[in-house]
């Protein structure tokens, strides 16, 4: 007979982003969890007091990659102008993989609609998201704050779109450089 292994807190969290992505946020409880994971709600309840802190551990997880990208865009680019243009693409590739269980975007946005506290947390991450696409913006002579609000809105449902097989990376690039001739 062989043991059974021990489920980590990370189990529990990339089981709920696949939950959350294939069945939406009523599989984010414990029972369809431990379900899905054929274990015992105990092992849940060993890593998270509830349900709402399971929930604020998933969004901390989302959060947290959603925002890992910023500061390595910052640091290699060498001026606004292309820092702008990778942070939309980088912004674009996240928001839109629909696949990658680790990667729940849409989903999470999908969940927002109906829960305020995810709401706040989706606002949280797209306005640091805005404040930088905006001051990058601004070092390039744009300071219509509006610009800074369509290259996100762009990154965020660009890619639901039929793509171009040649060039997935185009229309942000576009996008960006449409903006930027308008200085």
């Known amino acids: 007979m062989t043991a059974k292994k021990r ?8 089981a709920g982003f696949a939950a959350l992505v294939q069945d939406g ?3 984010l409880k414990a029972e369809p969890l431990a379900r899905r994971l054929n274990t015992t709600k105990g092992s849940f309840y ?19 990659e959603a925002l890992s990208p910023i500061a390595r865009i910052l640091d290699e680019e060498p001026n606004s ?9 980088e912004i674009t590739d996240y928001a839109s993989d629909v696949t990658a ?12 609609q109906g829960d305020e506290s995810v709401a706040g947390r ?5 306005g640091l998201r805005l404040n930088l696409l905006a001051e990058l913006l601004r070092d390039n002579g744009i300071t219509n704050p509006d610009w800074a609000r369509v290259i996100l809105g762009s990154t965020i449902g660009i890619k639901s ?7 997935a990376d185009g229309p942000m690039g576009s996008l960006v450089d449409l903006v930027l001739a308008l200085r």
């Open 7 to 14: 489920l980590s807190k990370s189990d529990w969290l990339q």
């Open 25 to 27: 946020p009523v599989a």
């Open 46 to 64: 060993w890593h998270f007091a509830d349900v709402p802190a399971y929930h604020g551990a998933l969004l901390d997880v989302w959060e947290a």
């Open 81 to 89: 102008g292309a820092k702008l243009r990778r942070l939309g693409q």
């Open 101 to 112: 269980q680790e990667n729940p975007e849409r989903a999470i946005r999908a969940w927002a």
């Open 122 to 126: 989706v606002e949280k991450v797209d």
């Open 161 to 167: 779109l039929p793509a171009n097989a040649s060039d």
